[in-house]
Nanobody, 123 residues
Framework: QVQVVESGGGLVQPGGSLRLSCAVS????????MGWYLQAPENQRELVAT???????NYANSVKGRFTISRDNAKNTIALQMSSLKPEDTAVYYC?????????????????WGQGTQVTVSS
């Protein structure tokens, strides 16, 4: 079993900053791509940013230049530094993890989601 836990959300004024964190624990031999996704009320879940094991990043156009994704492979964590926040950023932010488990000599790929953390940008 793999556990994914987000933290760091909260209420912030427009133009402010937040830092979200995601910690992964459980039964895995390696973690591949990790990412942040958002889901606003009544909308589909959308990509915010992803990062590979080696640090290659991908961002949604709406957050480029404002958000930075990072990871600490030794601690099995990722973070999302959010700055210049806008009301449109208000959503639940979810952490997604792609991981590998071993079954004998065969490896299998899975993904897991956290429970989400609420970010509200309001004056």
């Amino acid at each position: 079993q793999v556990q994914v836990v987000e933290s760091g959300g909260g209420l912030v004024q427009p133009g402010g900053s937040l830092r979200l964190s995601c910690a992964v624990s459980g039964n895995f031999v390696s973690i591949g791509v990790m990412g942040w996704y958002l889901q606003a009320p009544e909308n589909q879940r959308e990509l915010v940013a992803t990062i590979t094991y080696s640090g290659t990043t991908n961002y949604a156009n709406s957050v480029k230049g404002r958000f930075t994704i990072s990871r600490d492979n030794a601690k099995n964590t990722i973070a999302l530094q959010m700055s210049s926040l806008k009301p449109e950023d208000t959503a639940v932010y979810y952490c997604n993890v792609n991981y590998i488990q071993l079954h004998g000599i065969v490896s299998a790929r899975y993904d897991a989601w956290g429970q989400g953390t609420q970010v509200t940008v309001s004056s």
